[in-house]
Nanobody
Framework: QVQLVESGGGSVQAGGSLRLSCAAS????????MAWYRQAPGKQRNLVAG???????NYADSVKGRFTISRDNAQNTVVLQMNSLKPEDTAIYYC?????????????????WGQGTQVTVSS
C-alpha cells in the first residue's frame, strides 16, 4: 500500500509565495519520477512540473521562472516552491509519483496520486 500526502496549500495574494510538499509512504521499493499537476474548475488536469529520480526537471511554460520543483530521495518527498503567484495559478494541486514496489520476486510499477491541495491566489 502506497500513500501520497500533500500539504502546504492555502490562500495568498498575487505576488506571494507558497510551498507545497508531498510525502510518499508505504511499500516503496523505488521512487521514480514525481510531478505536480493542477486542475482549475471546469478545466482538465495539467502538468505543472516534473522531476526524475535524478535531477532532470521540466515545467509548464506558464510557470517557468516562478516555480521550482525539488525532491529529497531520503525522505521520499517532492516540493513545489511557488513564487510570484498569479490569480490564474488558482487550482487544486495534485502530487503524482511513479512507484515501483516488490511482491515476492516480481517488481510492479504504478502511478499514484495524492488527494489534492487547494491553492487560491487573489488579485
Amino acid at each position: 500500500q502506497v500513500q501520497l500526502v500533500e500539504s502546504g496549500g492555502g490562500s495568498v495574494q498575487a505576488g506571494g509565495s507558497l510551498r507545497l510538499s508531498c510525502a510518499a509512504s508505504g511499500s516503496i521499493f523505488r521512487l521514480n519520477a514525481m510531478a505536480w499537476y493542477r486542475q482549475a474548475p471546469g478545466k482538465q488536469r495539467n502538468l505543472v512540473a516534473g522531476i526524475t529520480n535524478g535531477v532532470i526537471t521540466n515545467y509548464a511554460d506558464s510557470v517557468k521562472g516562478r516555480f521550482t520543483i525539488s525532491r529529497d530521495n531520503a525522505q521520499n518527498t517532492v516540493v513545489l516552491q511557488m513564487n510570484s503567484l498569479k490569480p490564474e495559478d488558482t487550482a487544486i494541486y495534485y502530487c503524482k509519483a511513479t512507484i515501483t514496489y516488490r511482491s515476492g520476486l516480481v517488481d510492479y510499477t504504478d502511478d499514484y496520486w495524492g488527494q489534492g491541495t487547494q491553492v487560491t491566489v487573489s488579485s
